[in-house]
Structures are given as structure tokens and as C-alpha cells.
């Protein structure tokens, strides 16, 4: 069983910057591969970015390259998300995902959520 906890959400202008983070709790956090997903208002939850367990690899939504990066602290249980160069159209509720061992790009093959976080890019 694993808790997560995602934080970090705001109100930024376009160009701003965020960083979400997403605390997870349980004996075997670190073991899990970590996904980050957001829904806008009226649309479905869309991959956003992954990383592996180890760390040792991280994917990411076309339109999110070069501007989001993603890591992870297995010894604090952690996962960020850092968020450049925001546009409006990433306004979205994000939320933090886990599931064991090896990322996946679809939200259903994610077992445990976080309660998401509201990030909002004004014009």
C-alpha cells in the first residue's frame, strides 16, 4: 500500500515557474515507478511525465519537453515535478501516480493517486 501526498499548485503567469512535489508513504515507495498526470477542465487526465524507480529514466508528454523535469528522492520518498516556462495550457489539475516497477504512459495501469494539485497559468 502506498500514500501520496502531492503539493506545490498555484496561480503563476505564463513564463512562470512551479514545482510540485508528491510525498509518498509506505514500506516499499521506493520501489515503485512514479507518473505525474493532469485534467483540464472538461477533458480526460493526459500523461504528463515518469520516471523508474531507480531514477534512471524519465518520459515525457511531447508538448511538456525541454520546459518539465522530473526527479525523484527514494531516500525522502519524494517526486518533483519542476515546471518552466508555464503556458496556459498547462492549467490543469495535476496529480501524482505509482505503480510497481516500470512506468506507464496510460492513468488506469496506475494503482495509487495523490489528491492532485491545482496549477493555473494566467495569460
Known amino acids: 500500500q502506498v500514500q501520496l501526498v502531492g503539493s506545490g499548485g498555484g496561480l503563476v503567469q505564463a513564463g512562470g515557474s512551479l514545482r510540485l512535489s508528491c510525498a509518498a508513504s509506505g514500506s516499499t515507495a521506493s520501489k515503485y515507478a512514479m507518473g505525474w498526470f493532469r485534467q483540464a477542465s472538461g477533458k480526460e487526465r493526459e500523461f504528463v511525465s515518469a520516471i523508474t524507480w531507480s531514477g534512471g529514466n524519465k518520459f515525457y508528454q511531447d508538448s511538456v519537453k525541454g520546459r518539465f523535469t522530473i526527479s525523484r528522492d527514494n531516500a525522502k520518498n519524494t517526486v518533483s515535478l519542476q515546471m518552466n516556462s508555464l503556458k496556459p495550457e498547462d492549467t490543469a489539475v495535476y496529480y501524482c501516480?505509482?505503480?510497481?516497477?516500470?512506468?506507464?504512459?496510460?492513468?488506469?495501469?496506475?494503482?495509487?493517486w495523490g489528491q492532485g494539485t491545482q496549477v493555473t497559468v494566467s495569460s
Open positions: 501516480a505509482a505503480r510497481p516497477f516500470t512506468v506507464s504512459g496510460k492513468p488506469g495501469e496506475y494503482d495509487y
